[in-house]
């Protein structure tokens, strides 16, 4: 399987300090996307980072990408309570048409 | 929510009954998928479908059957539901790049 993996399984922390997870996976990719679920949800598109770059910002998310590890993380700085959600890493195939989804990262901000 | 629409949003239904769940777009967008969601699994790909009448399968897709007459539909069918067919199923567009995906369904097979 091509399925990503996110650590840590689970990670809670106060309101204000940055939260990084990370995410590991087996093959080649085109793009490595990163999803926020609020529970009882659907997935949310955060961030999308592509095999040729190495880091990306968007607002208060940066993703990092290294491919010779094929690794990811994701950093979600000043962390506030409505960040509190399960965050998921998804890669391609590598004909860039199905995308394989680890099984995530649940956040909690503590106000 | 990015024009994904899935019917219905909950089902209880009985082991060995037909159940149907359908994904509606208005994006106009080449790619659908149906996901299923379960508790230490993550979401695992059920099939696509990459244009009309054109779809594959993805990890688990055995129990399951798609079709996609239009567009803008793609019918996930369960033809004899199991118990271990019980989970959150979600239906994801995409034209090449991120995925969009809908509110998902709750099934349940008793």
């Not at chain 1, 939260?19 to 085109?30: L, W």
Request: hydrophobic letters at 25%.
């Amino acid at each position: 399987s091509q399925q990503g993996e996110e650590d840590p399984q689970a990670l809670s922390i106060q309101e204000g300090e940055n939260a990084t997870m990370n995410c590991s996976y087996k093959t080649s990719i085109n793009n490595l996307q990163w999803y926020r679920q609020n529970s009882g949800r659907g997935l949310v598109h955060l961030i999308l980072i592509r095999s040729n770059e190495r880091e990306k910002h968007s607002g208060r998310l940066r993703v990092t990408l290294d491919t010779s590890k094929k690794s990811s993380s994701l950093l979600i700085t000043a962390s506030r309570a409505a960040d509190t959600a399960s965050y998921f890493c998804a890669t391609d195939s590598n004909t860039g048409n199905q995308f394989y989804f680890g099984t995530g990262t649940s956040l909690t901000v503590i106000p | 929510d990015a024009g994904i629409t899935q019917s219905p949003r909950h089902k209880v239904t009985e082991t060995g009954t037909p159940v149907t769940l359908r994904c509606h777009q208005t994006e106009n967008h080449r790619y659908m998928y149906w996901y299923r969601q379960d508790p230490g699994h993550g979401l695992r790909l059920i099939h696509y479908s990459y244009g009309v009448k054109d779809t594959d399968k993805g990890e688990v897709s055995d129990g399951y059957s798609v079709s996609r007459s239009k567009t803008e539909d793609f019918l996930l069918t369960l033809e004899s539901a199991t118990s271990s067919q019980t989970s959150v199923y979600f239906c994801a567009i995409s034209d090449r790049g991120e995925a969009f995906f809908g509110q998902g369904t709750r099934l349940t097979v008793v």
